[in-house]
């Protein structure tokens, strides 16, 4: 369990969303979708150093014992947090995901290339249940 989710209060008590997270409480959490099926794991935080906000949660997923992950730039704003089940969750079903705009640990992308961040930003903005995404 995550030091920001043993922060959380357990059953029985009021459910909050903490209002301050340390980057090293989001990362290694999981990241679970509406259907109950984990996606992967959070595994860095981007910060957009012009209004100082996190940009992007690097989700970790599809790999076994962290041999073969691939990584995702999830929009911060798509994340929700699910204080309850002391998790992240992600409107997005599992083979979207793997339709995800994604690179590996060995290549990650030029964050600063403004072509690729709006790829991610138009891909999950238009990812609505039953839909195909626009790329």
């Known amino acids: 369990m995550s030091r920001a989710a043993a922060d959380l209060p357990r059953s029985g008590a009021a459910i909050s969303q903490p209002k301050l997270l340390s980057a090293t409480t989001i990362t290694g959490d999981d ?3 509406l259907k109950d099926e984990k996606l992967g794991t ?3 935080i981007m910060l957009d150093m012009e209004n100082g906000k996190i940009r992007y949660a690097v989700l970790s997923s ?3 014992l962290g041999m073969g992950d ?3 730039a999830i929009p911060w704003s ?3 947090i699910d204080a309850l089940h002391k998790r992240f969750t992600l409107d997005v079903d599992i083979e979207r995901l793997k339709a995800a705009p994604g690179f590996n640990k060995e290549a990650w992308p030029s964050w600063s290339d403004p072509s ?3 790829s991610v930003d138009a891909y999950y903005r238009t990812i609505q249940p039953g839909t195909t995404p626009n790329r």
Do not use: C, T
């Open 78 to 80: 798509a994340m929700k």
């Open 116 to 118: 690729w961040s709006a």
């Open 42 to 44: 959070i595994e860095d």
């Open 70 to 72: 691939r990584l995702f």
């Open 62 to 64: 599809g790999g076994f």
């Open 31 to 33: 990241v679970f979708n």
